[in-house]
């Protein structure tokens, strides 16, 4: 995104070129002190607080050389800011934006701070890891923190196809410890294995303990995972629960299968058939009974771990009159359900078709480990289908069971 300082009558585009040689005031930018030289006038004449701080009577003012105090801000950050000043336009970037925005409001460039906002409230996956990096260095990026993380976990594959060397140690593992990230484990693979490769240290090596290994294909284990020697035991267990007959995976490898449940992570491109695992989008589901009864609530299937969460239920008939609506607000446990009582029950007859509609807002769950196209419950036996049950799907799915 371009910002343009709409103000600006004079510029000194062909004097920012000649700065280095020219200018008679030298900046130390950044932790490191890196020098980089201005003009005086230029810089009085575009902000009255830079000519307070430069013709005035402060310290600055008779020094040749002016500490910019914020440890944070990069330098490419406070190039682009003289861009502005001097060219009367700059590019606002992931890595440029948090030191871009501290100066404008520091030196008083209130156009430039707006169009920095402006780029915040438009995130793209193509510089959201910039900003997810970038936020964990200042304060001001809390509230954006969240904002850019949301656009990485709903297209990762996009997103982490940047430089991974913009990612340290701790934000890779940040990543992998995410409550949402619609991903395959084999992608997240690959991209751990590309940043150990460039970047990695004996000590990092643990970070492959967070991938979850049976949910690579075979093949993919074969080919990418075995010529790796720091995954070498996660590659032998998985190829060994992929060979072992369905009726022993759980006494042989219970632990494994666990393990994978406490990843609380939800990782799939595709929600599994009969769980709602998509933030803030609807999914359905149809049913009918095999008699009449009076519906009176549902379970939902719940995280691992605690936090808050919202649920929009609604039940429609054959003819996609919404029978009931319901909005419920509640703590999600480490259990396995949740129940949602409806304020009334709702009468449904035997042997027509209804669609249960739901849109979830929180963490996700994909506990669908044993899907079911019917249950029967003293003599009542509701059977699933997938005729239609895409037309309220918002995230693609086409539900044909159920697992409870």
């Excluded at 340290?168 to 294995?193: G, M, N, R």
């Excluded at 936090?307 to 429609?316: M, P, R």
Aim: include cysteine; hydrophobic fraction near 35%.
């Amino acid at each position: 995104m371009k910002s343009v300082d709409k103000n600006a009558s004079t510029r000194w585009g062909s004097l920012l070129k000649a700065a280095q040689h020219t200018g008679d005031v030298t900046f130390l930018v950044g932790p490191n002190k890196s020098k980089v030289k201005a003009h005086r006038a230029v810089l009085a004449n575009s902000s009255e607080v830079f000519h307070r701080m430069l013709f005035g009577q402060m310290q600055e003012a008779t020094s040749t050389e002016v500490s910019i105090g914020e440890q944070n801000l990069r330098v490419a950050s406070f190039t682009a800011f003289l861009e502005y000043i001097y060219q009367g336009e700059t590019q606002i970037t992931g890595q440029n934006a948090f030191g871009l925005k501290n100066l404008a409001q520091m030196y008083g460039f209130e156009d430039l701070s707006k169009d920095v906002d402006a780029f915040f409230v438009h995130l793209t996956v193509a510089n959201c890891v910039e900003i997810w990096v970038e936020s964990k260095l200042w304060m001001e990026g809390r509230d954006i923190e969240a904002q850019a993380f949301k656009v990485v976990s709903n297209d990762p594959e996009q997103a982490l196809s940047c430089d991974i060397s913009l990612l340290s140690y701790e934000l890779l593992l940040s990543l992998l410890q995410q409550d949402i990230l619609y991903c395959s484990e084999i992608f997240l693979f690959k991209k751990v294995t590309e940043w150990i490769e460039a970047y990695g240290k004996e000590e990092h090596l643990s970070i492959y303990n967070h991938i979850c290994y049976i949910d690579i294909s075979p093949q993919d284990l074969v080919t990418f995972v075995r010529p790796v020697p720091a995954a070498k035991e996660q590659y032998i267990t998985a190829l060994e629960y992929h060979s072992a007959p369905e009726s022993l995976k759980d006494s042989l490898f219970g632990s494994v299968k666990r393990r994978r449940e406490d990843f609380e992570v939800m990782r799939s491109k595709k929600a599994p058939s009969g769980s709602w695992n998509y933030n803030g989008k609807k999914d359905g589901l149809r049913f009918q009974f095999n008699k009449p009864v009076l519906f009176t609530g549902v379970s939902l299937f719940t995280p691992l771990k605690e936090s808050s969460a919202s649920a929009t239920i609604e039940v429609i008939d054959k003819s996609n009159s919404v029978l009931r609506r319901e909005e419920f607000e509640y703590k999600t446990t480490p259990e396995k359900f949740k129940k949602m009582a409806f304020s009334q029950p709702v009468s449904l007859v035997a042997d027509e078709p209804y669609h249960l509609v739901a849109k979830i807002t929180g963490l996700t769950s994909g506990c669908c480990a044993s899907p079911q196209t019917s249950v029967t419950v003293e003599g009542v036996t509701v059977t699933f289908s997938n005729a239609d049950s895409q037309v309220f799907s918002e995230v693609g799915t086409n539900c044909t069971s159920s697992t409870g």
